[in-house]
C-alpha cells in the first residue's frame, strides 16, 4: 500500500472512532484469544496453545473470529452503547479481493434502540465520512454510496429479482420448484427436493437476489426469514399471522459488497440458550476444527438489555470509501504464505 492509502486508511478509521465517541458510546478493547467461544457453524477458528510455565502443560485457546463473545458481557455487566475496531481471525476464509483470514471489524451496540435506529445511525457514519458534496456543480463522485440509502425487504426483494415471495412458500418443496424454474444448477446427486428449506433460501439469495440488488445506491436488506435461526428479535406477527415470519435484521450492501449485519440483539436467555445448544450440537459434528464452547455464556443475557447490534467490516468500507474493487488494496499487509513476504 501506497503512503497516500495508509494515511487515507488511518483518517478514516479515526473518524469511525471521532464519530462514535462523540456521540458518547464505550470504546472497548477486548481479548484476542479465548479458552471458549460461542459455537457459530458458518466460520472456523484458528487456535493455538497457551504453554503454561513451569510445569510445561498445554492449554488450548482461540483466536476470537469476533469480539462479540467478550463485548455482550460488558453490555450485560454495565447496560452503556459500545464500540469497538478489532483485528478478528477466520480460518478456511478464501483470501482475495473482499475476504481474508485476518480482518478489520467495527461493531457498534446501540442501548434502548433497535435495528431501524441502527440503520439512521450507520447513514450518519457515513454522511461523517465521506467528503461534503460539491458546491460548484460537479457531479458528486460518491453519489452511489451517499446516503439516503435503499430500503428492501427481504419478501420483497425475493418478489422483484425472483418473482416470487417468501411469505408464500413456507415449505422446502415450493423453493426447489423456483430454484429449478430459475435455472440454477441442480446436481443428480444432491435434488433440490431433498434440500432443507433454509439451504435452498441461502442459495436462491445469493445466486439471483445478491447480484441483482441496486448498484446506484447502498442498500439495506431487511427483515430475513424467522426459518432461519439467528439471535436477532422476531418481528412481531403481521394481523392474521399465527407465528412470526421474519426477524429484526439487516444487512448493507454497497457498490455490490456485504459491508455490515444488523439485529436487534435477542434477550431473552432462553431462546439464547436454546440457540447455542442446537449450534453447538451442529459445530461438534461438523468442524472442521473443533474448539471448546462456553455451555455457561447464554446466562449472559439473564439480564441482558434491550439494545441493537452493528458488526461492519473496516477492510471493506475502507475499499468502497477509497474507490477500489479489492481489500487487498487498503490493507497494509495483504495476506500471503510467502516467506519474507508476510
Not at 135 to 146: A, H, L, V
Request: charged fraction near 25%.
Amino acid at each position: 500500500m501506497d503512503l497516500e492509502l495508509l494515511q487515507f486508511r488511518a483518517k478514516s478509521i479515526q473518524k469511525v472512532r471521532d464519530f462514535f465517541i462523540t456521540r458518547n458510546y464505550l470504546e472497548l478493547d477486548t481479548p484476542a484469544l479465548s479458552p471458549t467461544l460461542i459455537p457459530e457453524t458458518c466460520l472456523e477458528v484458528f487456535t493455538t496453545n497457551y504453554l503454561e510455565p513451569w510445569t510445561n502443560k498445554e492449554k488450548p485457546v482461540y483466536m476470537v473470529p469476533s469480539p462479540e463473545v467478550f463485548i455482550k458481557k460488558i453490555i450485560s455487566q454495565h447496560k452503556v452503547s459500545v464500540f469497538q475496531l478489532s483485528k478478528c481471525y477466520r480460518n478456511v476464509e478464501s483470501v482475495g479481493r473482499t475476504h481474508s483470514p485476518e480482518f478489520t471489524m467495527l461493531e457498534y451496540y446501540t442501548m434502548d434502540a433497535d435495528y431501524k435506529d441502527s440503520l439512521t445511525l450507520t447513514e450518519e457514519l457515513f454522511n461523517v465520512l465521506l467528503p461534503p458534496l460539491p458546491n460548484d456543480g460537479s457531479p458528486d463522485p460518491f453519489e452511489d454510496i451517499r446516503p439516503p440509502f435503499i430500503r428492501l425487504t427481504m419478501d420483497d426483494a425475493f418478489a422483484e429479482y425472483a418473482g416470487f415471495r417468501l411469505s408464500d412458500c413456507p415449505k422446502p418443496i415450493q423453493l426447489a420448484e423456483h430454484a429449478r424454474r430459475l435455472g440454477i444448477t441442480e446436481l443428480p446427486d444432491s435434488p433440490f427436493d431433498q434440500w432443507p428449506w433454509d439451504d435452498l433460501y441461502e442459495l436462491i439469495l445469493v445466486q439471483c437476489i445478491e447480484p441483482a440488488l441496486p448498484k446506484e445506491k447502498p442498500v439495506f436488506l431487511l427483515d430475513y426469514p424467522a426459518k432461519v435461526p439467528c439471535l436477532a428479535q422476531n418481528v412481531p406477527p403481521a394481523k392474521g399471522e399465527k407465528e412470526p415470519l421474519w426477524k429484526e435484521r439487516w444487512e448493507l450492501y454497497a457498490r455490490g459488497i456485504e459491508l455490515a449485519n444488523c439485529y436487534s440483539e435477542e434477550t431473552d436467555p432462553l431462546n439464547v440458550r436454546k440457540y447455542f445448544e442446537e449450534e453447538g450440537n451442529l459445530k461438534k459434528q461438523n468442524a472442521l476444527i473443533p474448539h471448546a464452547i462456553d455451555e455457561d455464556y447464554w446466562k449472559t443475557f439473564q439480564n441482558f438489555p434491550k439494545c441493537s447490534g452493528v458488526a461492519m467490516g473496516v477492510d471493506r468500507l475502507i475499499m468502497v470509501l477509497a474507490g477500489k474493487r479489492s481489500i487487498e488494496s487498503v490493507l497494509p499487509f495483504p495476506f500471503r504464505l510467502k516467506s519474507g513476504y508476510y
